[in-house]
């Protein structure tokens, strides 16, 4: 089961964190990501990690977001800065696992002034 917290509505250039806590202890988790899908639009990455704490992004994020693991709380944070409009979407959370994908609920995030 995956919790999702901290979407909301800010304004352009405005921060929000995303936090997803993960049930379990995480021992077969292979990485743990943020999707996310605006109206009309297909779901597409935003931010992976990998247990072993590599990064991926999409190019419209890289510099901007963040994406964190605490192992210990089997918890992801994507800390998002310098919001834009275009960043306006339902924010999924994901944990892999061999042979396994797990979403959590979504939550919505619109940047708008």
């Known amino acids: 089961q995956l919790m999702e917290s901290g979407g909301g509505l800010v304004q352009p250039g405005e921060s929000l964190r995303l936090s997803c806590a993960a049930s379990?202890?995480?021992?077969?988790?292979?990485?743990m990501g943020w999707y996310r899908q605006a109206p009309g639009k297909q779901r597409e990455l935003v931010a992976v990690?990998?247990?072993?704490?590599?990064?991926n992004y999409a190019d419209s994020v890289k510099g901007r977001f963040t994406i964190s693991r605490d192992a210990a709380k089997n918890t992801v944070y994507l800390q998002m800065n310098n919001l834009k409009p275009e960043d306006t979407a339902v924010y999924y959370c994901?944990?892999?696992?061999?042979?396994?994908?797990?979403w959590g609920q979504g939550t919505q995030v619109t940047v708008s002034s």
């Open positions: 994901n944990e892999r696992q061999i042979g396994l994908d797990y």
């Open positions: 379990g202890t995480g021992i077969r988790t292979v990485a």
């Open positions: 990690i990998t247990r072993d704490g590599n990064t």
